[in-house]
């Protein structure tokens, strides 16, 4: 099956830094990139949606200069959370489609990174 | 808007019971749903979806689900659990497009 990486699997980084957050599709070329956010015993909560070569679509209360979204090649989508504060600990998932055009595509998921901000 | 809600946040059963775990939707049309198992430390798997036709689905691992839209439910079932399921399941919804509106996920414990 397709599979989906991300580094690093755990991060703790100091408050005021910033922390990049690597996704990359292993063995097909993902049109399309989602970034998740999950609290403990919460859902998954989907921040932005990510194709490649244009500018992410962020969910509505997601700040866009906080998370900053790149994808510029088939394979890899980094998320950038800048000034990271205590509040932005928590679990962050990437998910990755690999085709286009149908109603729905199924979603590969990446492990995920623990964020912990002192 | 889309919902999903998940009633138990832990089920435990004994080794060989059968499991169901709940799962209900809101959505104005027909729904696509998912169900989803994550392990500690590793991403979601697909476990089986439903998207039109026959009401039960059959997936992996020996799982099925059962839509039913009187109910606005989309149980998961198994016979027989084995001690390897042990894990969190997602119910999930869409009605198109590829965003998946999720549930707060069931823990399930297995005892031996």
């Known amino acids: 099956g397709a599979v989906v990486s991300q580094h690093p699997s755990r991060v703790i980084c100091k408050s005021g830094t910033s922390v990049k957050i690597e996704c990359r599709s292993l063995?097909?070329?993902?049109?399309?990139m989602f970034w998740y956010r999950q609290f403990p015993k919460q859902s998954l909560m989907l921040m932005a949606t990510?194709?490649?070569?244009?500018?992410?679509?962020?969910e509505q209360g997601v700040e866009k200069d906080k998370f900053l979204i790149n994808h510029a090649s088939l394979t890899l989508s980094t998320l950038t959370v800048t000034s990271a504060h205590p509040e932005d600990s928590s679990f962050y998932i990437c998910?990755?489609?690999?085709?286009?055009?149908?109603?729905?595509?199924?979603?590969?998921f990446g492990p995920g990174t623990r964020l912990t901000v002192l | 808007a889309q919902s999903v809600t998940q009633p138990d946040i832990h089920i435990t059963v004994s080794e060989g019971a059968s499991l169901e775990l709940r799962c209900n939707y809101s959505?104005?049309?027909?729904?696509?749903l998912f169900w989803y198992v994550q392990s500690p430390g590793q991403g979601l798997q697909l476990l089986l979806k439903?998207?039109?036709?026959?009401?039960l689905v059959q997936g992996i691992k020996g799982f099925e689900a059962e839509f039913k839209r009187s109910q606005s439910s989309f149980n998961l079932r198994k016979p027989s659990v084995h001690w390897s399921d042990a894990a969190e399941y997602f119910c999930?919804?869409?009605?198109?497009?590829?965003?998946?509106?999720f549930g707060t996920g069931t823990q399930l414990k297995v005892e031996l």
């Open positions: 990510s194709n490649e070569g244009s500018k992410a679509t962020y």
């Open positions: 063995d097909f070329q993902a049109t399309t």
């Open positions: 439903y998207f039109s036709g026959d009401t």
């Open positions: 999930a919804v869409t009605g198109g497009g590829n965003k998946l509106t």
């Open positions: 998910s990755a489609i690999g085709g286009t055009g149908a109603l729905y595509n199924e979603q590969f």
């Open positions: 959505y104005g049309a027909t729904p696509y």
